[in-house]
């Protein structure tokens, strides 16, 4: 009975680390995407954090802190849930996010419909409509 109330346990240990490794990775590339510094995702940055080697963040570190962008950029992708990072509390990266988010989806659709119009116009026989005219203007 042990052994199975363990293998269950594991499962569920497995999906959540499946569904925190899902989240990171849509994060990441939302972070990416909108040209968020990439520096936070090689962690040598963290060895010149203000608060490295202590027990935990405070708003006074942060405000002196000469990695506050990677280290705000790295607690948006991985939705850390230390109170302070970045220079920012938790409720404050969470509306970040928020905005992020917003921001990524409208641009993702906004590149959609410009393909979809591309496509249209091209089946009608017009030229790409971001491609540079003779005068070097957009059209």
């Not at 963290?46 to 027990?55: E, L, N, Y």
């Not at 802190?65 to 790295?74: G, M």
């Not at 906004?110 to 005068?135: F, I, K, Q, T, Y």
């Amino acid at each position: 009975m042990d052994q199975q109330q363990g293998d269950t346990n594991s499962a569920t240990l497995s999906r959540q680390r499946l569904v925190d490794l899902v989240v990171f990775e849509y994060r990441s590339l939302v972070v990416r995407r909108l040209g968020v510094t990439a520096e936070w995702r090689v962690l040598e940055w963290t060895d010149s954090a203000a608060c490295a080697g202590q027990v935990e963040a405070t708003p006074r570190l942060c405000g002196r802190c000469p990695v506050v962008a990677e280290c705000l950029a790295a607690a948006v992708a991985s939705d850390d849930h230390a109170e302070w990072r970045g220079g920012l509390d938790r409720t404050d990266r969470e509306h970040l996010w928020a905005g992020l988010e917003r921001t990524y989806r409208e641009v993702r659709d906004l590149e959609l419909m410009r393909l979809d119009v591309n496509r249209l116009a091209n089946r009608a026989g017009l030229r790409d409509l971001d491609a540079p005219s003779r005068n070097g203007k957009r059209q």
